[in-house]
């Protein structure tokens, strides 16, 4: 027997690694396609990069490739995904335009943070960053299709991976607190780049937070696709240089960003503080955990050793504790740590060394 509707610890782990390992090869698939027909066609490299049928191959693929791990893992693992993501949702008019706004309002509020920790590494890394993207959308039906690949399918992908599998499958073993950070460090890192570092550890951490006050993915789903969808509209909008974000560092643009990101915390953690008394206030209705201890906690002897593939009809409470105290090979934060340690190599050589 297995649980088929809930992730284990070690599931968290075993998806991150496997993802990890993805991203790497299709970045390296990606490069080698792009020499080849730099070879091929005798066109510098650079500029074969910057065809635009190269970008949305690399778009698509790089959102997609996530969705595959997803879907190969449930498979083999025999998973209800559905149930044990919690991909279902009580819709909520009011929770969804909350969502909406909070959105908009941190992404507005984190620009000048996120410009300040890039500017502060550029002057260590001799590199400029800009918010922007990293190619210019000339018409309405590119930026439909940008919309497409680039907000709704990593909106729906990186979801299910991260918050779905991840961040659910640490619930049951550690407090919500430590699955929220830990879930956000490693949605951090699969992104292989230290300028992303800042405003996607705030963006995991806010994600994390609204499917456990909700009790459903779908809301981070929303969020995710808000925010990168507003990013789309302003590189539409302003495809040179990004909308509201200081272009030089005196000390009176470090104040107003400090500022903002104080701003910021307040929205969001009065955010939170509203949501949290209206969800749990209806928690039946929106089928959430009030608890923040580990769910695994709550767990019978049997549950957690059917979760192993153990029959347990014929033990005895004395071979079941035994069972579940002696060590059976790398353990659940084991795997959670090798997955973690090979995602921290590659983002610091790519962050460094700059190979993906």
């Known amino acids: 027997m297995f649980n088929k509707n809930n992730y284990t610890t070690k599931d968290s782990a075993m998806m991150f690694l496997f993802s990890v390992i993805a991203v790497f090869c299709f970045s390296i698939f990606m490069s080698n396609l792009i020499g080849v027909i730099s070879g091929l066609t005798q066109v ?17 693929l790089s959102a997609v490739v996530f969705l595959l791990v997803f879907v190969i893992y449930n498979f083999v693992k025999k998973k ?4 044990a993501t919690k991909l279902k949702v009580k819709f909520d008019l009011k929770i969804f335009i909350g969502v909406v706004v909070l959105s908009a309002l941190l992404m507005f509020a984190c620009i000048n943070p996120t410009g300040l920790f890039n500017h502060i590494f550029s002057l260590i890394n001799s590199q400029t960053v800009s918010n922007t993207l990293a190619f210019t959308i000339d018409n309405f039906g590119s930026f439909i ?12 992908c990186e ?6 599998v991840i961040y659910n499958g640490l619930r049951q073993k550690f407090s919500t607190l430590f699955s929220v950070l830990i879930s956000a460090g490693l949605f951090t890192l699969i992104h292989f780049s230290i300028y992303k570092t800042f405003y ?13 006050y909700t ?6 789903m929303i969020y995710h696709f808000v925010n990168n969808f507003i990013i789309i509209l302003f590189s539409y909008i302003s495809p040179t240089k990004s909308l509201f974000e200081f272009t030089s560092w005196g000390a009176k643009e470090i104040v107003l960003t400090i500022v903002f990101l104080i701003v910021a915390a307040l929205i969001a953690y009065l955010f939170f503080k509203i949501l949290k008394n209206y969800t749990y206030k209806h928690k039946n209705y929106f089928n959430i955990q009030t608890t923040n201890k580990p769910l695994g906690e709550i767990e019978t002897s049997d549950e957690k050793l059917e979760k192993e593939n153990i029959d347990t009809k014929n033990l005895s409470e004395y071979d079941k504790k035994l069972l579940l105290t002696q060590n059976r090979g790398v ?26």
């Open 80 to 83: 209800d995904f559905v149930v």
């Open 200 to 212: 996607q550890f705030i963006l995991g951490v806010v994600l994390a937070l609204l499917v456990h």
């Open 159 to 164: 979801e299910l991976v991260f918050r779905g």
């Open 145 to 156: 299709l940008v919309v497409f690949l680039l907000a709704v399918l990593p909106a729906v």
């Open 44 to 60: 510098d490299i650079n500029i074969v990069a910057s065809y635009k049928w190269v970008n949305y191959l690399n778009m698509f």
């Open 331 to 356: 353990s659940d934060t084991g795997w959670l740590f090798i997955a973690a340690l090979v995602a921290i190599i590659i983002w610091s050589f790519n962050s460094f060394g700059g190979f993906l």
């Open 215 to 220: 009790g459903s993915i779908v809301y981070s």
